[in-house]
């Protein structure tokens, strides 16, 4: 790489992100608090089965999202793109199409959910008997809610490639408020708790849909509707979406997949366990969603403006600090997670706490490919890397079926998880050294074989630290272990793994805000 990290810094763009990233995190910290809370409210409220049974009835309509996952990626991917290469008139072209695709997706996900997903969830699904209608109640709401979704994606792609995070945190506040309100509506109304947290779910899922709607059509003049025939573009976003459509199945299958798998076999209370794993990830994930998803724009926009280094810098950075900056966070979690269950539920379901740990290994792994499949998006010539890297995530759900009938061990699912997505990586890196011309030596000595020395010596030094000093599971001990790790994990990553003028960034950034 010839590109100095600090004239990268320096630049226009990565202030913005910078600035994105920090309204991102003000979303994230008010949705991951309420959603944390309300976990604990709903799963006392609901009782542990109605909550492995919303959990296991929610992950049957989310298999059916591999339409959306996809639409979403390459909606962001075009507007990216021609906002980068700064045509307005095709910018709304794209989001017009998009538009009209997502429209059509929903109907086609809508059919889908009410024939093979409702013969599934009454013929098949492990729930108890006398639950079936309000289950019928709770399915049909979660697809309602899953359609206002698809709908909405084109409106938050068009945000997110716009660079105009501060919305997302402005109407986190009012979702971080309804949510709330539910709360308080399932506790004084006496009647079934499940379904009618079904029906909040959705009315608060629409009225957050129009706001965004309203957003865009105030803001955006690309986000004005008016039909396009415009068949080649049509033809370009569905054969991008076509070829990207296998490893969003896979991706999917893999996830809710596995929620399957485990009602099959162990039926729904540990379908509650894997749901409170879910809410677990989905937090902590947050925090490198939020960085990446400001990262994401730029490194597609500085690809289709011509500035290839600049988009590979952004990748290496973008990997390497993800993983840190992931592993910063789980490290204290991984560490007290039997204390933070028993202060977060008091009575977690069987399994929740090794679920969680394997989960976030497997989530730290993921974050390092995140770039990578930006990169990939990119360069638009996904064809091979979606059918290979596709593949070896659909694996993962047979081989745990398999590893499941074998042995009737829980884990073995994330164990599974985490040697493919070892496996993945590797994989990707010799896709972009061919797609986009990255250096894979360069790769693995500047991102990998840093992250790898940081955890390792990190790990090594909390386990020195708590060997010599006693730590019990009370309040006092988790926040000692919380902040030990915390400290080390600050001491390593800055003098190991990062790079001197990285240091000196992060340095003035908090300096000028200071």
């Not at 009225?207 to 803001?219: A, G, L, P």
């Not at 998880?417 to 894979?440: A, D, E, Q």
Request: net charge positive; aromatic share 14%.
């Amino acid at each position: 790489m010839n590109s100095k990290f600090d004239e990268l810094i320096d630049s226009e763009s990565n202030i913005r992100i910078v600035k994105n990233s920090l309204y991102l995190y003000v979303r994230m910290f008010l949705t991951m608090g309420v959603s944390l809370y309300t976990s604990r409210i709903v799963l006392n409220t609901l009782g542990i089965h109605d909550y492995g049974v919303y959990s296991i009835v929610g992950g049957v309509v989310s298999l059916f999202g591999f339409f959306n996952s996809t639409m979403s990626s390459a909606t962001q991917r075009f507007l990216s793109f021609e906002i980068g290469g700064g045509n307005l008139e095709s910018l709304k072209k794209v989001f017009n199409t998009a538009l009209v695709i997502h429209i059509a997706i929903a109907f086609v996900v809508l059919i889908l959910a009410e024939t093979i997903g409702l013969w599934f969830v009454l013929f098949k699904l492990n729930v108890p008997s006398n639950r079936m209608e309000v289950v019928h109640w709770v399915y049909q709401f979660s697809i309602l809610t899953f359609l206002l979704g698809i709908i909405q994606v084109p409106y938050n792609a068009l945000i997110v490639a716009r660079e105009r995070m501060s919305i997302f945190a402005y109407i986190s506040i009012i979702e971080v408020l309804l949510k709330l309100l539910i709360l308080y509506v399932l506790v004084i109304f006496d009647v079934d708790k499940l379904k009618l947290y079904a029906i909040l779910i959705f009315l608060v899922s629409l009225i957050i849909r129009v706001i965004y709607q309203i957003y865009c059509k105030m803001k955006f003049a690309e986000s004005k509707y008016k039909f396009y025939v415009e068949k080649k573009l049509y033809i370009e976003m569905i054969s991008f979406t076509g070829w990207s459509l296998f490893g969003n199945i896979a991706a999917i299958a893999r996830g809710q997949g596995g929620n399957v798998l485990l009602n099959l076999f162990f039926g729904t209370l540990m379908n509650a366990a894997y749901g409170i794993t879910l809410q677990v990830q989905g937090a902590v994930q947050a925090f490198v969603t939020n960085f990446q998803m400001a990262v994401n724009p730029q490194i597609i926009k500085q690809y289709s403006a011509g500035h290839k280094e600049k988009s590979l810098q952004l990748i290496f950075q973008s990997s390497k600090f993800s993983f840190l900056l992931m592993f910063l966070i789980t490290s204290p979690i991984i560490f007290n997670i039997d204390y933070i269950l028993e202060l977060w539920l008091k009575d977690p379901p069987g399994y929740t706490s090794v679920f969680i740990v394997l989960s976030l290994v497997n989530l730290l792994i993921d974050t390092i490919s995140g770039p990578l499949q930006i990169g990939a998006q990119a360069s638009g010539n996904i064809k091979w890397y979606q059918i290979t890297i596709g593949t070896l995530i659909f694996l993962s759900l047979p081989i745990s079926y398999f590893m499941l009938k074998l042995y009737k061990i829980p884990e073995l699912i994330f164990i599974v998880f985490i040697t493919i997505n070892i496996l993945s990586l590797f994989f990707r890196l010799n896709f972009l050294k061919k797609m986009i011309g990255l250096n894979i030596k360069s790769f693995l000595k500047n991102v990998l074989s840093k992250i790898l020395m940081t955890s390792f010596i990190v790990i090594i030094t909390f386990y020195l630290f708590t060997h010599f000093i006693s730590l019990q599971n009370t309040l006092s001990g988790f926040l000692l272990k919380s902040i030990s790790i915390t400290i080390i994990n600050v001491i390593i990553m800055l003098t190991i793994g990062l790079k001197k003028d990285e240091r000196k960034f992060i340095f003035s950034f908090i300096n000028k805000r200071i």
